[in-house]
């Protein structure tokens, strides 16, 4: 059964650093057609995909914030880490962790969290 | 970077079919997957390379791609297919995964 679980804080305040946990089960970070994949989702409005790594560590980011995010994975805990640097009360949105097939859609969603940016 | 275009909204009364676009410069030549949230859920995949059905989906889901538009055609509408729909592409250029702005449907 293939779960990803995110974590990570509710409010984060402005221009500070904001890091989320996706917690994977039911396959393998390292296997080939598969990677992880970071989607967030401000109220109200549409999908917006940030980054995701590949099986083979490659990365891929936003072009619009790929000077804001870096992504990383532990394969020994099933863990991708996000990272987004300077964060504005714009980036307030529901967070999720998603599998990406074949490096070109999205199969399975976690649940998603939703990180509030305020003073 | 490339740019795909949904309407904003689409009405249909139960039993119609609702025909959503996507829109995109040649998308016919990139395989495009569909997407539907309903409120306060995360989505879920309903139609992947253009056409296919994950396992689950109802036959009634079915999608199309050429030219600009790439399209999900939902049969026979029922009220439990109002949602948000979105269509999604992968930009090889960029290297980016690319989502539509998302279309409401709303079942009348």
């Known amino acids: 059964q293939v779960t990803l679980k995110e974590s990570g804080p509710v409010l984060v305040k402005p221009t500070e650093t904001l890091t989320l946990t996706c917690t994977v089960s039911g396959f393998s970070l390292t296997n080939a057609r598969m990677s992880v994949t970071w989607i967030r989702q401000p109220p109200g409005k549409a999908l917006e995909w940030l980054a995701h790594?590949?099986?083979?560590?490659?990365?891929s980011y936003s072009t619009s914030l790929k000077s804001r995010l870096i992504i990383s994975r532990d394969t020994s805990k099933s863990q991708v880490v996000l990272n987004m640097t300077n964060v504005d009360p714009l980036d307030t949105a529901t967070y999720y962790c998603a599998r990406i097939l074949n490096g070109v859609l999205v199969d399975f969603w976690g649940h998603g969290t939703l990180v509030t940016v305020s003073s | 970077s490339y740019v795909v275009t949904q309407p904003p909204s689409v009405s249909e009364a139960p039993g119609e079919t609702a025909r959503l676009t996507c829109g995109g410069n040649n998308i016919g030549g990139k395989s495009v997957h569909w997407y539907q949230q309903k409120p306060g859920q995360a989505p879920v995949l309903v139609i992947y390379?253009?056409?296919d059905r994950p396992s689950g989906i109802p036959e009634r889901f079915s999608g199309s791609n050429s030219g600009n538009t790439a399209t999900l055609t939902i049969s026979r509408v029922e009220a439990g297919d109002e949602a948000d729909y979105y269509c999604?592409?992968?930009?090889?250029?960029?290297?980016?995964?690319?989502f539509g702005g998302g279309t409401r449907l709303t079942v009348l």
């Open positions: 999604q592409v992968w930009d090889s250029s960029s290297h980016n995964l690319v």
């Open positions: 390379y253009d056409s």
């Open positions: 790594v590949f099986s083979n560590d490659e990365k």
